[in-house]
């Protein structure tokens, strides 16, 4: 039996809510002085998606920790990120408590990113037969895009998403989806500290891509390039290549679907997670819940 999984990229939505309200100092700190506003914000976008998306099956995907094996093949990987606000600290705990208790399986594999387990997970559930719908405002999940997995970016609010399927992606980029790493080996990632060909923006990466297919039929036709774009690529050709390896979501994350699945599934009732959300004094999630989906 196929089932519909819903994978969510619990950083990138913690991080999008906290900085969306945090602008205004609005941290709707509980009774302890915490602040919630990050946990509000995942809560609320988290239900609207399992309303949108309808899965079977739900997993909250979490980065563990600042090192991950692309640390050890480049060691200035992510380090130009500046620590979070010290209000946003203690929400990261308290997010995975809370997800845990509203019936969300939390996911997390120590030296890998969620995007890892997020193309681990929607991998092997492509072998299976099973459909994946991702959550996230990080592109480079574009990559993971298939038959049966679709990526959707958040954009504005709760519910809009720039939604992308196989289809739509090839339209877009005129390309397959795998051949973002491509791309991005070109482009570098300020956000990621890699730096890929410097003067190759993402037009001409994209272009390049699309003509030679690869990373590597790109440097086997060299001489079909302008003087300029030979002269960057093989100034920069180490980075190039180091920025390929860094730019391609790990898909081999050590994970057993079968038991997994049975953790993910999803079948939490709205009223009960209502009678959470005011447990933990998420009022404002506890209200948007009430009048939206009970």
Not at 43 to 58: E, G, L, Q, S, W
Not at 190 to 214: F, N, R, W
Request: hydrophobic letters at 35%; charged letters at 25%.
């Amino acid at each position: 039996m196929a089932n519909r999984i819903l994978l969510i990229d619990g950083m990138a939505l913690l991080f999008r809510h906290f900085y969306a309200t945090s602008v205004h100092k609005q941290f709707m700190r509980d009774s302890a002085g915490t602040p919630t506003n990050a946990i509000q914000g995942f809560v609320r976008h988290a239900f609207t998606a399992v309303n949108d998306i309808k899965p079977t099956h739900v997993a909250i995907c979490w980065d563990m920790g600042s090192k991950t094996f692309r640390n050890d093949m480049f060691e200035a990987y992510k380090s130009n990120r500046v620590a979070p606000p010290e209000e946003m600290v203690p929400q990261f705990d308290k997010a995975k408590d809370i997800a845990s208790k509203l019936g969300f399986c939390n996911l997390g594999i120590t030296n890998y990113e969620a995007d890892d387990v997020i193309g681990t997970i929607s991998k092997k559930a492509q072998a299976k037969g099973h459909e994946t719908y991702i959550v996230s405002g990080d592109r480079d999940l574009l990559q993971c895009i298939d038959t049966d997995v679709h990526v959707w970016l958040t954009k504005k609010g709760f519910n809009l998403y720039n939604k992308y399927d196989l289809n739509r992606f090839r339209e877009e980029y005129g390309l397959e989806p795998s051949q973002l790493v491509d791309v991005k080996a070109f482009m570098g990632d300020t956000a990621d500290g890699y730096p890929g060909v410097k003067g190759i923006g993402e037009k001409t990466a994209i272009k390049l891509i699309q003509e030679h297919q690869s990373v590597e039929n790109v440097m086997a036709n060299l001489e079909t390039l302008t003087p300029g774009q030979q002269n960057k690529i093989t100034t920069y050709q180490a980075d190039l290549e180091m920025s390929k390896r860094l730019a391609a979501i790990h898909t081999n994350v050590p994970l057993e679907t079968e038991e997994l699945l049975a953790k993910m599934e999803y079948n939490h009732h709205i009223e009960n997670s209502i009678t959470i959300c005011n447990e933990h004094e998420l009022f404002v999630s506890s209200k948007y819940l009430m009048s939206n989906f009970s």
